[in-house]
Structures are given as C-alpha cells and as structure tokens.
C-alpha cells in the first residue's frame, strides 16, 4: 500500500507561517478521489482540513480557508499545505491521508503517518 511521511512542522509565533510537505509513496498518493490534510489535538477526533482533487479543485473548512493553501506536485507524489496568519489554535499534529472527497473518508485500513507538530505562540 505505501506510506504517508510528512514533515515542515514547528513552532511560531502567532502570524506566521509555516509550509508543511507529505510525500507518499507506493499507492498511497490518490488511492482515493482526493488527497486531504486533516490535524489532531489530544482528546480530539482527527479533523480534516483541506482537501484537493486529482484535478486540482480545493476545498477548505472555514476556520483555515484564505489562511491556508494546499497544492500538489503529482508527478513526485507530494502533498504540500501553505499555512499563513497562524493563530494558536492551529496547534495540532498534521497528517495527509488519500480521502473521498465528498466524506473525508480515508481507506479503512491507513496506516497513517507520524504526522508532524505545529505549535503556535500567542
């Protein structure tokens, strides 16, 4: 099936911006309609964030859209999310996951990536 690894993660100050990459290998990269990063705190449920299509169409849950960016290189199987105006809230682990556009839905057996850390200041 392949992995998710991604990474870019770290710690800024509220306003600032971070860039975070996902780089899948095997059949990982659109195993489903979409491709999606999704971000976890403790005692949450995992939340999906944005989401881009094989053809390029975004989508973006309201608490990050015109904040963040997501794109993608296919050819290289990368995933990347531009994330600017950080606010503390956006402190979670981040994860990218090939998802059904239409529900967030993820292969029922993922193995999911360490995800990586962003930590906002205030």
């Known amino acids: 099936q392949g992995s998710l690894v991604e990474s870019g993660g770290g710690s800024v100050a509220a306003g600032g911006s971070l860039s975070l990459s996902c780089v899948a290998s095997?059949?990982?990269?659109?195993?489903?309609?979409?491709m999606g990063w999704f971000r976890r705190v403790p005692g949450k449920e995992r939340e999906g964030v944005a989401q881009?299509?094989?053809?390029?169409?975004?989508f973006y849950v309201d608490s990050v859209k015109d904040r963040f960016t997501i794109s993608q290189d296919k050819a290289k199987k990368i995933l990347f999310l531009q994330m600017n105006d950080l606010k503390p809230e956006d402190s979670a682990v981040y994860y990218c996951?090939?998802?059904?556009?239409?529900?967030?839905?993820?292969?029922?057996?993922?193995?999911w990536g360490q995800g990586t850390q962003v930590t906002v200041s205030s």
């Open positions: 095997g059949t990982m990269f659109y195993i489903k309609s979409c």
């Open positions: 996951a090939p998802v059904w556009c239409q529900t967030w839905s993820p292969p029922s057996d993922i193995a």
């Open positions: 881009i299509s094989t053809n390029g169409l975004t």
